[in-house]
């Protein structure tokens, strides 16, 4: 379910990116309003799991390829993300056959189901971490590196204040908008958006919208 209190926040946001930097500003005036917020997408606030797994699967993919994907993974399982104990009993070969996924991606949701089954990944508290607890739980399952775990942290806890200094869209879109000559690295994309504290999430959202990619 979206939170009602998002448009609120999202006005609030807006409102101190223009003041803190007039070139994000300016970009934010040329994408518009971001539109309706899309959330979690269907999945339950609790359903951490759920979010994972699509998260896993939608890796290194168009928005439109992700979601075949995933859809054809409900189909599978009732219209329902599977429980870690159903993906551990599928065969992994047929799993990847049925849903399109890589072997790698199959090994991926196998190592997040182990994880949450034997209890070394504890769901169910990922809501009480800070940003930077949940980003060390799950980088330490295969197949989840930061990326994720800050597409996890905006789209799916909704935390105010995240910056994927590793996504080569933002990376693209700063480049642009700040006319840099090449790429900026980590440090030089945490100075920039310094003044953007503490809605950086917002702004990565502007910045995925200015070249038409925001994630899967």
């Known amino acids: 379910m979206t939170d009602r209190r998002w448009p609120a926040r999202l006005d609030r ?15 934010i005036d040329s ?24 998260a896993i699967i939608g890796q290194q993919l168009s928005a439109k390829v992700a979601a075949v994907m995933n859809a054809r993974l409900l189909e599978r399982y009732d219209g329902r993300p599977p429980t870690p104990a159903e993906v551990l009993a599928e065969d ?34 990922m809501g009480a971490l800070p940003d930077e607890d949940v980003i060390a739980e799950l980088v330490a399952v295969k197949g989840i590196g930061e990326w994720t775990a800050h597409m996890f ?5 909704e935390r105010p204040d995240v910056l994927p200094v590793g996504d080569l ?20 994309m945490e100075s ?9 999430s917002t702004a990565a959202r502007f910045l995925w919208r200015s070249l038409d990619n925001e994630p899967a």
């Open 31 to 54: 994408v518009g309003d971001l539109g309706p917020r899309g959330g979690r997408r269907g999945l339950s606030p609790d359903d951490h799991y759920g979010a994972l797994v699509r």
């Open 153 to 157: 942290l905006i789209f799916h806890l």
């Open 192 to 200: 920039i958006a310094a003044p953007w504290r503490p809605h950086r």
């Open 169 to 188: 869209g933002i990376r693209a879109a700063i480049r642009d908008a700040y006319r840099l000559e090449d790429l900026p690295g980590p440090s030089e």
């Open 13 to 27: 946001a807006v409102e101190h990116l223009r003041g803190a930097d007039p070139v994000l500003g300016d970009l």
């Open 92 to 125: 992994a070969e047929e799993l990847r056959a049925a849903i399109g996924l890589s072997r790698a991606k199959v090994s991926f949701l196998r190592s997040l189901a182990e994880h949450v089954q034997d209890g070394s990944l504890e769901l169910g508290r």
